[in-house]
Structure formats: structure tokens, C-alpha cells
């Protein structure tokens, strides 16, 4: 049944899941294992999974082939030089980026041979892998911090308990214990929150010892290295010693003596600057894409039949409220055969979804390799339809600071590499975010609509409904321009569901500024949003030129009319949807019922629940009704027909 998003209580909004107290009833289930012979097979007895996704059996477009969370524990084992294992765990928040770094992170931890464990308390290394994009972000990632300092205090204490014990003990029946299992971790920030705030975090009450940029993930073994290389660490059991001798009668003395000299080296010249570099790698790059490196996903295709597959770095459109281009560095884009590569072997080990990931996804622009940019020469992309520079590049009416020519001309594009991976598997459903609204021209949405498995919904930042302030945003489009866009993208492609981004509040909005966003969320009616008060970060063009002059209760009261007026669309869009057949790749247990139901998405990217129940294997789309000779047990990784109710 349709119901409403998320619980009015949160500052961001996800309205536009379709589901409810009943769960939708499950009438056909392919099985992931089976799907190619079955395919075969019901070529020859009746309609198969390929025949439901070429059209909506309810009329509409083409359907597509149907916090924090921390990277999964290894089954193997690894050890060091000296014999001893080394742990680390990694803690990821903010974006889906942010997600596919970590699993980044992993693979180049896994491969000097550290093992994941999936439980701080285990681990040599703590990382965490952050977001910066709001205040609120950056607190969690604060508290988070404090958190694990006390496990380092626990382990320093339980570490010096020990090391009495074993110099009183002439038996070394302690040694274990002050050895292998007194592990003192190391804590690392990554990601955004250490590119913008860098030494700071470094020098705030030792909650860091170590920080990593996006672009330096590299380089974390060596940063690793040097965070646990002085005295202190190695005493307190940072690198377990083979030697009871390490923990003897003076590991105690040497210890509070290391401590000493620790302490009074932090105090002198208090006020001057330190060197962290030993230990501190924030070098943003121009040309780091990680295109060589495997990911380590946090689970297999059994368990969670979607991957993630970054395609692009950075940004370069410089929205006055962004942080972004300052944490992440300018664009570059991977080469297209890796991208393609990935995308075959994750159909051949199970995967059914792979969203395509940058932080302005669809400005994709490859150049790799001489014979293709020569090839792209004269192509109809290159060739200007106007005197205006940004036409042949950009959906109409849209601008950007940059002239797009210098990395566009000569390169594959969004379209065309979207093309190539859907080409890939045609069971495999394919998605892109996080876009920008400028890089829609005619081409995408016309690849994305003639594409069956790629998915028919498209995010759509407007990020505000007002002319004026977007202008103040340098955001390159108006509010015209904009509702001529979302009005091309239905009319292409049928059926398709349309989500955004929006602020509440941002520096000048005046009541009339804020009555245009309202309007223009009633006048799109987007099923999905995510929205935000304004938070002013440093360093951005708003910092610089404007002033953060919205009081924050306007600010809260604006955000609450957005949302709820998002959310009234998003229930009347849901609405619409009872009584259709939906095309449902089963991801995972529902979140309330995890015994009795399952979840996944359309492709229209709404979230279905339905029961764990038996399905007919075969679905008839002219009838509309399940057939054939056994029932079949629903499982994750199965695309699902299923009646909305």
C-alpha cells in the first residue's frame, strides 16, 4: 500500500517509498542463481523475466530490470613482519561516495596485509570516513570521535594493568595478555571532514592521530605507520613484541618514563606551529580516480545484490554554498574500460544493480586513450548548434562557471558510457547518482528511456524554487529554465520519478524567495527529496561574499513547510500506485518485520515491501497473474512482479 516517507522528526526527507502495514503481494520471482537458464526455458513455454521489463504492465514508461555502516569483517587472516596480525576497521558516514571509498580503503589495507574486523574494539586502526558537507554532519563525526577515545583510554589502562602484572608474575603466564590482546588503536579521520579541517582535528584533544583526504587513500599504510611509531604506543602494546621481556619488570618504569617525555615535548612551545605531516596527507590530486584498485565490498552478491562503481572525482561548478569542490578537487574522470570491466565481473559474480557514483556524475568526460579521443572528432556531440558555448554540452538554459569544451570535446561522455554499461547485462539494473540538473541534455534522457535496465529515476537538485536565489547560489539556471527541464524529462520518459535537493534559509531568502521552493516542489511533484537548513561552510563562495543573515528558527520553520509539502506529493504519487504491477529487486529484509518480510526497490527507485512467502516461478503480463508448476520461495536477488496494495 502507499503511505508516506520517513517520520517528520529528521532535518532531511526520503517520502516516496511504496509500502505499508500490508505488504505488497509477490506474483512472479526470478531466481539470481537460475536466471540465465531460466531465461533460456521460458523463451520456449511463456513470457520470461526479459519480456515484463520491456514495458510497464500498467501503461507507463519502461521499466528497468528489477547512517553509519562499517566495511564487513575478513574470513581471512594476515600477519605483519614481525609475526603479528594487524586489524582495522572502518567507519563510514555520509554519502554513497563516501561508501565506495571505504570499500577502496579496504582493498588497499587488505592488500599490506591488514585484516577488516568489523568491530572497533579489535582493531590496530580505527579509520573514519567522513562528511563535511553540513554542521550536523560534522557533529556526528565529533561525538563519534570522543567515543573512541575512550576505547583508546580503556586500552591503555587495561594495557598498564597488565604490564604490573607481568613484571610481578616470574611465571609469564601474563604475557598474553599484555602482549597480543592489549592492542592500543591508532584513530584516523578521512574523507571530507579531514580535507576541510586537516591539522585541527590533529590538534583537538587527541582524537585523531591520523588524517587522510579523499585523494590520499594510498598513502594510509604508511600514515598508519607513523601514527603508531612513538614510544608510547609501542609500550602500551600498539605492535605486540614476541619478547616477554618487552612486558618485564621494566615496561612499567619505561613506560610512565616515555609517557613523561611524551607529555612535556606536546608542552613546549605550546603556541607555536607543530609538523603533522609525517602523519597528515590532504594532498588533493588532479588525476587519482583509484581506477586500479578493487573494491572490497561489504557484502557478496547473496547479501546484498547491489555494488557501487565510482566513475568520476571532484567538481567544478562552484555553487556558492558548496564545500565540495574544496574537499574533493577538481573533476577527472576514470577511463571507461575500467568502468566497464568492473561492471562485467560484478554481473558474473550476482550483482543485479550497480549505481554509477561522482560527486557531478553525469559531467563524465573520458579522454583515455589516443585512438578513441581521436575517433570522437567531429562527432555530432562536438558540434556546436549555436554561438552559445554551453548548448552543445548542457541541457537548455543552463550555464556553468566553466567553459565545458575544454574536457568535453574529443571525450565519451555521460550518455555514451551509460549506454556501454547497460549493454553489459541487460538483467543488470543500472543507476547514476549524485547528477547535476545542467548535464541532462536531450541524448541522456533519450538513452536513459530507450535503456529497459537502466532506471527510470532521475535526481534533480534544484536545491531552490527562486530565480534570485539560485543567481545568489551561482547555481547556472533559472527557475524557467529548470521547470522547462523536469518538463522535457516526463514527456521522454514516461513513468520516470524525479527527486531533488533543497535548502531552507540560504543567505538573503526572503518569504517570497522561500513561496517559490514551496511552489515549485507542488508544481514538479517529486517523490523524493532530501532537504536541509542552510549551514554555512568555510571557504565557500557564500563565506566569502554573503551573509548567514536567516535566523535559525525562520530557517527550521521553512525547512518543515518544504517538507511537508515534498511530502503530500510524494503520499499522492504513492497513491497512484496501488493496484500496478511492480517490477522489485528483493535487497534485503524489511526494516520492521525482518522475519516475516522482504524489501527492495522499483525502478522508479520506490521502495516495496512483501511478504516472505512463496511466488509463482513465471509471470503472464497480458493477465496479470502468476503461472507454472511450482511455487518458489522469495530470495534476495530476485527480481519480483508485485501488486501494489
Known amino acids: 500500500g502507499a503511505r508516506r516517507g520517513a517520520s517528520p522528526g529528521g532535518d532531511q526527507d526520503t517520502a516516496g517509498d511504496v509500502s505499508a502495514g500490508r505488504a505488497s503481494r509477490a506474483l512472479f520471482a526470478s531466481s539470481p542463481t537460475e536466471a540465465s537458464a531460466s531465461a533460456r526455458v521460458l523463451a520456449r513455454d511463456g513470457p520470461g523475466l526479459a519480456d515484463f521489463l520491456r514495458a510497464d504492465p500498467s501503461g507507463g514508461g519502461r521499466c528497468g530490470a528489477a547512517g553509519s555502516s562499517a566495511v564487513l569483517a575478513d574470513d581471512a587472516t594476515a600477519t605483519s613482519a614481525s609475526g603479528a596480525r594487524r586489524t582495522a576497521y572502518v567507519e563510514t558516514y555520509g554519502c554513497q561516495m563516501n561508501v565506495s571509498d571505504s570499500e577502496i580503503v579496504a582493498s588497499v589495507l587488505r592488500s599490506h596485509d591488514y585484516v577488516m574486523t568489523d568491530a572497533p574494539e579489535d582493531a590496530d586502526a580505527i579509520l573514519v570516513n567522513t562528511c563535511a558537507i553540513r554542521d550536523g554532519a560534522e557533529a556526528k563525526v565529533w561525538h563519534r570521535l570522543r567515543q573512541l577515545r575512550a576505547i583508546k583510554a580503556a586500552k591503555t589502562r587495561a594495557n598498564r594493568r597488565a604490564a604490573k602484572r607481568a613484571a610481578q608474575d616470574v611465571s609469564g ?67 605486540p613484541s614476541s619478547s616477554a621481556a618487552s612486558v618485564g619488570a621494566d615496561a612499567d618504569a619505561a613506560l610512565a618514563v616515555a609517557t613523561e617525555k611524551k607529555k612535556r615535548n606536546e608542552n613546549e612551545n605550546e603556541n607555536a606551529s607543530r609538523d603533522f605531516s609525517s602523519v597528515m596527507n590532504v594532498q588533493l590530486s588532479v588525476d587519482e580516480t583509484y581506477a586500479d584498485i578493487a573494491p572490497v565490498r561489504k557484502s557478496d552478491a547473496t547479501q546484498n545484490p547491489t555494488a557501487f562503481v565510482s566513475i568520476m572525482r571532484g567538481c567544478d561548478n562552484m555553487c556558492a554554498f558548496c564545500i565540495v569542490p574544496f574537499t574533493r578537487g577538481r573533476e577527472r574522470s576514470r577511463p571507461f574500460s575500467s568502468i566497464v570491466d568492473e561492471a562485467r565481473r560484478l554481473s558474473r559474480e550476482g550483482y543485479k544493480e550497480v549505481t554509477l557514483l561522482g560527486q557531478n556524475v553525469n559531467s563524465y568526460a573520458d579522454k583515455s586513450g589516443k585512438f578513441f579521443a581521436e575517433s570522437r572528432k567531429g562527432s555530432a556531440n562536438d558540434t556546436e548548434r549555436s554561438d552559445d558555448p554551453f548548448e552543445p554540452y548542457y541541457a537548455r538554459g543552463f550555464r556553468s562557471v566553466y567553459k565545458p569544451s575544454r574536457s568535453r570535446d574529443g571525450a565519451m561522455r555521460f550518455g555514451e558510457l551509460l549506454d556501454l554499461v547497460a549493454d553489459v547485462d541487460p538483467e543488470m539494473r543500472v543507476r547514476f547518482t549524485s547528477p547535476h540538473p545542467k548535464d541532462f541534455p536531450d541524448e541522456v534522457l533519450q538513452i536513459i528511456n530507450s535503456r529497459a535496465n537502466v532506471g527510470k529515476q532521475l535526481h534533480m537538485p534544484a536545491q531552490s524554487g527562486s530565480t534570485s536565489v539560485l543567481e545568489r547560489m551561482r547555481r547556472g539556471y533559472s527557475r524557467e529554465a529548470y521547470l522547462d527541464l523536469a518538463t522535457k524529462v516526463r514527456l521522454t520518459i514516461p513513468g520516470v520519478a524525479i527527486s531533488s535537493d533543497f535548502i531552507a534559509g540560504f543567505c538573503g531568502e526572503t518569504e517570497e524567495e522561500h513561496e517559490d521552493t514551496v511552489s515549485l516542489i507542488r508544481q514538479v511533484k517529486y517523490e523524493s527529496a532530501f532537504m536541509f537548513a542552510y549551514s554555512m561552510r568555510e571557504k565557500t563562495g557564500a563565506a566569502r561574499r554573503l551573509t548567514d543573515d536567516v535566523p535559525e528558527a525562520t530557517k527550521k520553520r521553512r525547512l518543515a513547510e518544504i517538507i511537508a509539502a515534498q511530502r503530500e506529493e510524494a503520499l499522492l504519487a504513492n497513491e497512484a500506485e496501488i493496484g500496478k504491477i511492480v517490477c522489485v529487486l528483493v535487497d534485503g529484509a524489511a526494516r520492521k518485520d525482518k522475519t516475516e518480510k522482504l524489501a527492495g526497490r522499483t525502478c522508479a527507485n520506490k521502495r516495496v515491501v512483501v511478504r516472505r512467502a512463496t511466488a509463482s516461478e513465471r509471470f503472464d503480463r497480458d493477465k496479470e497473474t502468476g503461472f507454472g508448476v511450482n511455487d518458489v520461495p522469495l530470495r534476495i536477488g530476485e527480481y519480483v512482479a508485485a501488486r501494489v496494495t
Open 173 to 239: 603466564v601474563f604475557e598474553d595478555e599484555s602482549g597480543a590482546k592489549s592492542k592500543v588503536p591508532v584513530v584516523g579521520v578521512l574523507g571530507c571532514m579531514g580535507e576541510r579541517l586537516k591539522e585541527k582535528l590533529l590538534e583537538r584533544d587527541g582524537l585523531a592521530d591520523l588524517v587522510a583526504g579523499p585523494d590520499a587513500y594510498r598513502d594510509l599504510p604508511r600514515l598508519i605507520d607513523a601514527a603508531r611509531g612513538d614510544e608510547v604506543d609501542a609500550l602500551a602494546g600498539g605492535r
